[in-house]
C-alpha cells in the first residue's frame, strides 16, 4: 500500500529578526504543516471527502495549493504566463475532479506531490530574485501590481486557512489531531 512521504520537519519562525525573514518562514511553516497533515495517509485516504455533498479532499487541498503557488509567484509575481495545473473554467475543478470515473489515486498521488514540490520550488526562486518586499510584481491582480510583502501575506493566510480545513480532514479520517 503507497502512503503519503513523511512530514517534513517543519521550522518555528523566529521570534525575531527582519520583516522578510518572518513572512518567508511563516510561509515555510504552512507549507510543510500542510503536508504533515497527509503524511503517513493512502491516496484512497487523501482523496477522502469532508463530507459526501462536499468537494473537500486533502487530495484536493493539496491540488489546490499547487495551482495558487503557480498563480500568485509565476503569474503576478513573475508577470510569466502559465498554465494551470487542475483549476479549469469549472470552479473549484481541482477539488472536484479528485475521485472522478478513471481516476487512479495509487498513481496520481506521487505525481499530484510531485507537482505541488515543483511549484513550491518555483516560487521560492521567483522571491528570491526580488529586491525587496516593496517591490512591485510583473504581473496584475484585477489590474493592479502587487507588492512581494501582499503575496507572501496573502500566501500565509492562504494556507492558513486550508490548514485549519486539512486538520478537520485528518481527524475525521483517522483520528490525528495537532498543530
Excluded at 503569474?75 to 481541482?94: C, L, Q
Aim: net charge negative; charged share 25%.
Amino acid at each position: 500500500m503507497t502512503v503519503f512521504p513523511p512530514a517534513p520537519t517543519r521550522v518555528v519562525p523566529p521570534f525575531s529578526g527582519g520583516e522578510r525573514a518572518a513572512v518567508e518562514a511563516w510561509l515555510e511553516f504552512h507549507r510543510a504543516t500542510l503536508l504533515a497533515k497527509c503524511a503517513g495517509l493512502t491516496p484512497g485516504q487523501l482523496g477522502e471527502r469532508a463530507l459526501p455533498e462536499s468537494a473537500l479532499s486533502l487530495r484536493g487541498l493539496l491540488r489546490h495549493l499547487t495551482d495558487v503557488e503557480r498563480y500568485w509567484f509565476t503569474r503576478v509575481v513573475a508577470g510569466r504566463e502559465a498554465p494551470t495545473v487542475y483549476w479549469t473554467d469549472e470552479e473549484d475543478a481541482e477539488f472536484a475532479g479528485v475521485g472522478a470515473e478513471g481516476d487512479d489515486p495509487v498513481s496520481a498521488v506521487p505525481a499530484e506531490l510531485a507537482a505541488f514540490t515543483a511549484e513550491v520550488e518555483a516560487s521560492r526562486a521567483i522571491a528570491a530574485g526580488q529586491g525587496s518586499l516593496d517591490d512591485l510584481s510583473a504581473g496584475v491582480r484585477y489590474g493592479e501590481q502587487v507588492t512581494l510583502r501582499w503575496v507572501y501575506l496573502h500566501m500565509i493566510e492562504e494556507y492558513a486557512r486550508h490548514n485549519g480545513h486539512a486538520d478537520l480532514l485528518r481527524e475525521r479520517i483517522d483520528g490525528a489531531t495537532g498543530d
